[in-house]
Each structure stands twice: as C-alpha cells, then as structure tokens.
C-alpha cells in the first residue's frame, strides 16, 4: 500500500493496493466467510466507497481466504433465534426482520452498484447463497477449478433477499437464472463457464494471478476514462437509446479535454508507451 492514503477501517478483511489495483481478501475462513454474523458486510461497504474517494485505485479485486469464497448468511445463526440469540440477524418479528436485512446485507448490493471502477471476483472457493449474489454483482468472475456457486435459498425456504434475483437474471437471462433459482441446484466451475457466469476457470494456485493480470491490463488505462467507462455501462442498463446517447456524448467531451486523452494520441503516434496522470 501507499502510506499517504487513507484506507478503510475493516473489521474480518485485508486491503492490499499495488499498481493501481485493490484486493480485497475476506478473512473469516473459520465461518467459511458468512456474510452474516461477521463484520464483512460493512467491510465491504467501506471499500466500495473508498474506492470510489481514491483516483489511486482502478480496479478492485474480492476473493475470500481460506477454502470458501463466501457461505453467503450463517446458517446456524438462523437456526439461533431464541433467548440470548434474540438479537441476532435473522431473529424477531416481521418488522424487525425486513429492517435487519435493509440494514444489513442489503447495503452490500447498494454500495456495489455505485462503485465506479471494475470489480473482478476471483472465486477461491464455494461461493453460496448472498455469497453467490456478490459475485454476481462484480463486473467479472474468474474462477478456481474448486468454485462451486447456487442460489439456493429455496432449499432453506427462504427468497434471495439481498437481490440475487434481480443480478442473477440479468446476468444470464431469466430461463437459466429461474432453473438455476427455483432448483437451488449447485453447481461447479465448469457449468458456471458454460452459462456465462465465469469468464474463466483456472487452477487453485493460478487464481490470484490471473485475476490480477486481467487488473492489471485494466490499471494500465487512463483512471477518468476508465471509470467514466464503468458508469456508462451501468447507465446503459438504465436507458433508452437516445438518451443514452445524449449521455454518451456529454461523457465523451468530458474525456476528450483531458489530458490523458492528449497523452494516449500523442502516445499512439510517437509509438511509445503512455504515462497517464489521472487528470
């Protein structure tokens, strides 16, 4: 890390930054790094907004250490309702219940949708449940030949409550994603490949250094282009086309007075490599 910046305060995670890219790494193996129960959640929080505060960071990488990527919510904790575990947090009424997950693991995917940089998640492990959804709220998903990924919250008879039907489908489609949904079926890294929910599948031991040399190559770009370039493609999920690209072009005279843009042209013609300074 660099020791001029400011970084998050975490609680179950570490930060590393190196060259531009940020790993964020769930350090809760002994609760195979349930978001529930831990203090994963706001250590998620906090990064996404830190990476939004800090130009010097472009890409954000999330893996978990450990065998597991991420359980998804405490299982136990569910089943621990009564007496000294009323105050848990899936414990209490109706009201209490829908105010714990608005704030709880709801946050997760509302800071995850504002982030402005691309965020890749390198899948160690099995990633289930709001496990699961979180990778599905990442950018790009390369994973560990030992991933394992289900929605499997009907198997508990309970619903994706932190919005894993809503990622899920626009991810892969409604059909697949309903199988996928209804059956709770799990399935391997492979399948995962083949429905267009990893990019990539590699070994154990490859799995941090290929998700980093695909940072990388990110990194390397203009930092206000490629951030501009993570909001367009959000927005273009929102929009009709000629609003679109009425957007599209107020972006693009923002980029075009930059002096990165200067750099990368003057760059391309004198054949040498760029040196972009974020401004």
Known sequence: MTDTLQYPVLNDSTLTLDSRVATLTFQRHDVRNALTGTGLIDDLVNVAE???RTPEVSVLII???GSAFSAGG???EMSERDGEHKDGAFAGDVYEVQNKYRQGIQRIPLAM???DIPVIAA???PAIGAGFDLTCMCDLRIGSTKALLGETFVNLGIIPGD???WFLQRLIGYQKAAELTFTGRVIGADEAKELGILLEVVEPEQL??????LASRMAEKPPQALRMTKRLM????KMELPEFLEHCALMQGICHNTEDHLEAVNAFVEKRTPNYQGK
């Open 50 to 52: 830190w990476v939004n």
């Open 63 to 65: 893996t978990g250490d």
């Open 74 to 76: 405490n299982i136990k």
């Open 113 to 115: 949708a504002k982030i």
């Open 123 to 125: 899948v160690n492990g």
């Open 163 to 165: 919005g894993g039907a």
């Open 208 to 213: 941090l250094e290929k998700a980093q040399e």
């Open 234 to 237: 959000k927005t273009a999920q």
